[in-house]
Structures are given as structure tokens and as C-alpha cells.
């Protein structure tokens, strides 16, 4: 049972490049969530989604992308990168909370990025 | 957007003392409030999912209290020790889960 897994862990980006970091859970979990970690300000929500078809924005969605096309995977595209996108991203999920099961997340190791 | 506020932000805490933080929520469309542990160069872990007006959550040391009505939690850590130091987060789930900054917590030998 591998868990949550993020890929690649470190990435180095120009200005205006475009990429996919990689989310994929084993647990069978309906929702999964990106959040990018940045000094003093916690762990911000990106996008989400509570299952397989949908997905949704969070609190700071602009210049990202999502999918959710099978219930384990939820990348999470930067379709022109810019200094201010600069962070660590998480991936998380978790049981759906929609059931009243209010489920804790897991989390992935993180993606460490840097845009020049 | 929900607004989720922790406080203190920091706080330094002597060996061998007790403490406690605070969490605000939305009192309205509440599924459950979670806390979460978070070391330095790690992932953030799940201490408590706490769901019910009243709850009150313990492992080992560490505790929590939930007030639905009023919008608030409280953790407490008694008896600090250094491997305590952390970040603790807590997160407001309804159909999203919102974080807060984090109480960061100094343990001081």
C-alpha cells in the first residue's frame, strides 16, 4: 500500500513552460485535494475533487488545471509557469466527507518548484 | 472562501509545560473539524477528526475539544516535550477541506 505518491519530488521551470506534476493514491479514496505550501501563509487549497468526473476550485486556482479521470489519479497541470507559482505542492486524499465520515487526509511527500 | 483562524501563530513553550491553541470555524454547513501535526521537512500528519458538538479527542499526551455552535476547537499538549515541536495545523471540512496557518510551537529544553 503505497499511499499517497507525487511525482517528480523536485522540479526547475522557465518562465512561461508548461508541466504536470503527478498525484496517485491506492487507498480507494473518493476525494483528492492540491494545496501549495508557501511561508506564512499555510497550506492554501488549489483545486479539488470529490470523485472521479469532478472536480472544483479552491481558494487560489488561477494558472493551474485539473482532471479527474480515474478515482487514484489527479494531476495537477501549470499551463504557463511564473515566478509567483514558486512553492511546495502537496496532494492529499481522503474518504469523502459528503457521507458525514469527515475522513482525515494523507498526504503525498510534496513537489518541491522553482520557476526562474 | 471559509476563513479558518489558529492562534497564537508561534508559540515557545518550556519543557515540562502545558499548553494549548485555539481554533476558529465557520459555525454554519460543518462536516468535521480536523488537526493535524507537522514537522519540519515532512508531510502533515492527522492527529484528531472531530465531528460532533462536544467531542473531545486524546492520544497520549495531546488533546481536543470541539465547540460547533460557538466555531471553535481547542488543542491541548500537556506536559510539553521537545519532540512536540511542531507545526499544528487545524482544517474545516465541508465540501472542501480549508486550513488554517498553523499554531508553530518551539519546545524549550
Redo the contacts between chains.
Keep these: 500500500n503505497a499511499g499517497v505518491t507525487q511525482t517528480p519530488k523536485f522540479q526547475v521551470l522557465k518562465t512561461g513552460q508548461s508541466m504536470t506534476l503527478q498525484c496517485a493514491q491506492d487507498m480507494n479514496h473518493e ?1 483528492m ?1 492540491w ?1 501549495r505550501q508557501d511561508p ?6 488549489i483545486h ?1 475533487s ?1 470523485g472521479a468526473g469532478i472536480t ?1 476550485q ?2 487560489v486556482p488561477n494558472g493551474y488545471n485539473v482532471s479527474r479521470s480515474t478515482t487514484e489519479d489527479f494531476p495537477l497541470r501549470l499551463l504557463s509557469a511564473a515566478p509567483s507559482q514558486t512553492s511546495v505542492y ?1 496532494c ?1 486524499s ?1 474518504y469523502s ?2 457521507a ?1 465520515q ?9 513537489t518541491r518548484l522553482t520557476v526562474l | 472562501i471559509l476563513n479558518v483562524e489558529q492562534s497564537p501563530q508561534s508559540l515557545h513553550v518550556q519543557e515540562g509545560d502545558s499548553t494549548n491553541f485555539t481554533c476558529s470555524f465557520p459555525s454554519s454547513n460543518f462536516y468535521a473539524l480536523h488537526w493535524y501535526r507537522w514537522e519540519t521537512a515532512k508531510s502533515p500528519e492527522a492527529l484528531f477528526v472531530m465531528t460532533l458538538n462536544g467531542d473531545e479527542k486524546k492520544k497520549g499526551r495531546i488533546s481536543a475539544t470541539l465547540n460547533t455552535k460557538e466555531g471553535y476547537s481547542y488543542l491541548y499538549i500537556k506536559g510539553s516535550q521537545p519532540e512536540d515541536s511542531a507545526t499544528y495545523l487545524c482544517a474545516f471540512r465541508d465540501d472542501k477541506i480549508i486550513f488554517g496557518k498553523g499554531t508553530r510551537l518551539h519546545i524549550l529544553p
Excluded at chain 1, 506564512?40 to 487549497?45: A, C, N
Excluded at chain 1, 469527515?102 to 510534496?110: A, D, L, R, S
Design positions: 476525494y485535494s494545496y506564512g501563509m499555510g497550506l492554501r487549497l479539488y470529490v472544483d479552491g481558494e502537496f492529499a481522503s466527507g459528503l458525514g469527515g475522513g482525515e487526509q494523507f498526504f503525498g511527500p510534496g
